[in-house]
């Protein structure tokens, strides 16, 4: 499983960014699907997930601002980020699950700023 995450780059606070991230290969039946972030000297943390079937989980330093969401024909992810602030810089990375193995995007820099 190869994943490929796209949508980062420098936005103004109170903008909004969208985050893809496909997975590619012999692949079917994703499991669990999700948005990890790395903070500038800080430590990887969860953002969101969502399941086969659709049902979501979010970071409460996000909830209400990010919006998970999937296409399973496509095997990917999405991320919508909205209101953003400086808080929210950091190394986006996509992880799904399938056959019980996690795998890992290399990550999509985020930098809000003015």
């Known amino acids: 499983v190869q994943l490929q995450a796209s949508g980062g780059g420098l936005v103004q606070p109170g903008g909004s960014l969208r985050l893809s991230c496909a997975a590619s290969?012999?692949?079917?039946?994703?499991?669990?699907m999700g948005w990890y972030r790395r903070a500038p000297g800080k430590q990887r943390e969860w953002v969101a997930d969502i399941s086969k079937g659709g049902s979501t989980t979010y970071a409460d330093s996000v909830k209400g601002r990010f919006t998970i969401s999937r296409d399973n024909a496509k095997n990917t992810v999405y991320l919508q980020m909205n209101s953003l602030g400086p808080e929210d810089t950091a190394v986006y990375y996509c992880?799904?699950?399938?056959?019980?193995?996690?795998?890992w995007g290399k990550g999509t820099q985020v930098t809000v700023s003015s």
């Open positions: 290969g012999r692949i079917f039946n994703i499991n669990n």
């Open positions: 992880k799904v699950t399938y056959f019980n193995t996690d795998y």
